[in-house]
């Protein structure tokens, strides 16, 4: 399985961004997908999760901002941000595991199998 993220950028405070996520060699429509974000000198953060259709979580500190989606028939996995903030500045990584997660496990990058290269959001005004 092969991730391929795109849609990042430079975006004022206040702003919007669609991040997406094609996978090609498998299907997106079984297992959960979450984006993660890292700052510099931060650790991986998780940012929202999908599981089997369902929002799996989202952070707190995007939540009302930033939501999840998929499209099974593009194979491509989403995530609209809104209302940015320059704390949102980071890399954005997606990513898949074939496993519908417990929700205890979604958070943790080390149970998702593939990982797409990251795409830079950067918010300045």
């Known amino acids: 399985v092969q991730l391929q993220a795109s849609g990042g950028g430079l975006v004022q405070p206040g702003g919007s961004l669609k991040l997406s996520c094609v996978a090609s060699g498998r299907t997106f429509s079984t297992g959960t997908i979450a984006w993660f974000r890292r700052s510099p000198g931060k650790e991986r953060e998780f940012v929202a999760g999908?599981?089997?259709?369902?929002?799996?979580g989202i952070a707190d500190s995007v939540r009302g901002r930033f939501t999840i989606s998929r499209d099974n028939a593009k194979n491509t996995m989403y995530l609209q941000m809104n209302n940015l903030k320059p704390e949102d500045t980071a890399d954005y990584y997606c990513a898949y595991t074939p496993s519908n997660l417990i929700v205890s496990a979604r958070s943790n990058p080390n149970n998702y199998d593939y990982w797409g290269q990251g795409t830079q959001v950067t918010v300045s005004s």
């Open positions: 999908l599981r089997s259709g369902v929002t799996f």
